[in-house]
């Protein structure tokens, strides 16, 4: 194929990669918003626009990493354009009492939604309800909380999970040895990321053993130490799954030092552009890719309609819930994921 068919197809590609996309949103708002009644109070767009009605809208945050930035990039692409609401990006800290604090502020300003990526899905709750008695509409992102809300817009942590454990067994030949590299306990997605990849592993694979579950706190450095303790006590070690990206290229580094690249499948899970370039070279042998740009927007999209359409936060009959469409991206089609999809 010469580079003109080569240009051709990729923007064939990413046409329809757009259209598919365009056709989720359109798709998941149906979903997102079946679930409320016909109460509407709401301006629209036009109407507040001619009024000079504003909604302020902020995006409460765990802290500052690459996933949260690309649905902050995604919730801004849909919300700005509207030009009647006003947007930020707040840093949570990592700490709940700080996520709360945050909360409190914007049930304080009159906030019309808030997006939430919750520490801890059970200390948040009374944040919610909070938000939800002065009328707040609340979304949260890929950690769900308890106490019921607007919607919840996540990746597909467990069957992504069973996904990878069938990729990785598939490499390893079906039989050996893999060890995780996790995160802290009491975080609802490491339950579902972890036990995902377990049942894969059994109901794909049982022939392959987990040896070693351990805590390396979402970190890239932490997960290189963590392994190197792993492979002195098992040195016939054939997989690691890191239950996110950076704590995988953690895996990668220490393999690239011991000689144990195309010895050792490395799996990570999320998709963010530094593993999808390691896959590319040679080195990550696979993970988990979402758009979470898209993700931002289907959440954008369910925040525009709930604000301007005058929707109560009390208005739900039961929260609603969208899980994020996915692929296992490897060396094979880690190629058809567009610059335009990388994050």
Sequence with gaps: MNSQKVINAKRRNLIKASMLGTAALAGAAGVLFGNFGPQSTGLGISQA??????????FIQWQPHTVPAAWSKGIEEVLKPQQVIDYELLDGQNKV??????????????????????IDSVALAPSIAKAKRAGISVITLNIDATEAHAAHV?????????????????????????AILNAPPGIIIRDQRTNGFVEGMKQHHPDIQVVSDQVADWDRKKAQDVLNTILAANPDLGGVYGVNDSMAL???DVAKEKG????????????????????????????QYTDVYQQGRLAAAAATVLATGGVAATAFTQQSHLLMPYVIATKENVGSIQPAQRW
């Design 49 to 58: 626009k001619a009024q000079g009605t504003r909604y302020k809208m902020a």
């Design 97 to 118: 009492e700080v996520q709360a604090s945050l909360m409190d502020t914007l049930i304080n300003q009159g906030a019309s939604v808030i997006f939430l990526q919750p």
């Design 154 to 178: 996540e990746m597909n942590h467990y069957f992504g999970a069973m996904d990878i454990a069938k990729a990785m067994g598939d490499v390893m030949g079906g039989k050996g040895k893999v």
């Design 250 to 252: 953690g895996a990668v």
């Design 260 to 287: 144990l690249i195309g010895k050792l499948a490395i799996f990570g899970n999320d998709g963010e552009i530094a593993a999808l370039e390691s896959i590319e070279a040679g080195e990550l042998t696979g993970t």
